[in-house]
């Protein structure tokens, strides 16, 4: 069992390159609680911008655009039926909601992370209007990996067009 946590651990580290969650406790800024995730916001390795609105299942997010040469299809799903499914539309985010206690919160959703084709439990902290910190885990936070996403005017990334040919 600590070889299977292990190995989804680092598995997952590398699905979610980025920097470590802020300290436990540590708020984020006054300005982030105004903050909405409503909108469009480029990935931290800036190879794709994912579109977050409100859902039927509270907050979700659809890959908008992708890099010029960056991967078009779910190649590396685990389900072998899905892996020529365009990437490009894919709902990536879902079921997220408000945290009543710190609106800058946004917890119990789920991020698919098409690097290594698996669902992770997630949740979504404003940091700011314009700087979100999404943390994909197993089971708890700790084991997990957190990016730090950044808004950017949809108008400047056209929406990609899904292909199913990759």
């Keep these: 069992m600590t070889a299977l946590v292990t190995h989804a651990l680092a598995l997952f580290l590398v699905a979610f390159p980025g920097q470590a969650p802020p300290p ?79 609106p800058a919160e946004w917890r119990g959703g789920e991020v698919y992370a098409a690097d290594d084709g698996r669902t992770y439990s997630a949740r979504i902290r404003m940091e700011a209007p314009d700087r979100m910190d999404l943390r994909g885990y197993r089971g708890i936070t700790l084991l997990g990996r957190s990016q730090a996403w950044v808004r950017v005017p949809g108008d400047e990334y056209p929406r990609c067009e899904p292909s199913a040919g990759g």
């Design 24 to 102: 436990p406790g540590q708020a984020p800024p006054a300005e982030a609680l105004t903050g909405d995730p409503a909108g469009f916001w480029l990935t931290e390795e800036e190879t794709a911008v994912v579109r977050i609105e409100r859902c039927d299942e509270g907050l979700c997010g659809w890959i908008h655009w992708i890099d010029e040469g960056g991967r078009t299809v779910d190649d590396l799903n685990l389900d072998r039926s899905l892996r020529t499914r365009p990437l490009c539309g894919l709902r990536i985010l879902s079921g997220f909601e408000q945290n009543p206690g710190n």
